[in-house]
Nanobody, 130 residues
Framework: QLQLVESGGGLVQPGGSLRLSCAAS????????IGWYRQAPGKEREGVSC?????????YYSDSVKGRFTISRDNAKSTVYLQMNTLKPEDTAVYYC??????????????????????WGQGTQVTVSS
């Protein structure tokens, strides 16, 4: 019953912006960490950004998107967003959101980078081209 659905992808010119949405259902969003990943043809999937459970709230950005992308959540709407600004052609990829239980064990932390992402959306295509 846990479901994630991405939307908001499309074609945009270099320097443009898109906002991706990840709509969650079947679970309480605030108790989960959410990660955004992307995969371009012929390349490995890479982590783009993540946001920890609401009680933590810390975020992570890969070096390639730091300063350009912003992750946020709206628990009331059960939605996580990825605001993507100053897009570059190398940002072209299928973008996926994924959910992780907020803590591996009672003895581990809640930083989203350290968690296991087991539930995935179907992806949304982002193409940056002139």
């Amino acid at each position: 019953q846990l479901q994630l659905v991405e939307s908001g992808g499309g074609l945009v010119q270099p320097g443009g912006s898109l906002r991706l949405s990840c709509a969650a259902s079947g679970f309480t969003l605030g108790y989960y960490a959410i990660g955004w990943y992307r995969q371009a043809p012929g390349k490995e999937r890479e982590g783009v950004s993540c946001i920890s459970v609401s009680s933590d709230g810390s975020t992570y950005y890969s070096d390639s998107v730091k300063g350009r992308f912003t992750i946020s959540r709206d628990n009331a709407k059960s939605t996580v967003y990825l605001q993507m600004n100053t897009l570059k052609p190398e940002d072209t990829a299928v973008y996926y959101c994924a959910a992780a239980r907020g803590q591996k064990t009672p003895y581990s932390g809640t930083y989203c980078v350290d968690l296991e992402y087991e539930d995935w959306g179907q992806g949304t295509q982002v193409t940056v081209s002139s």
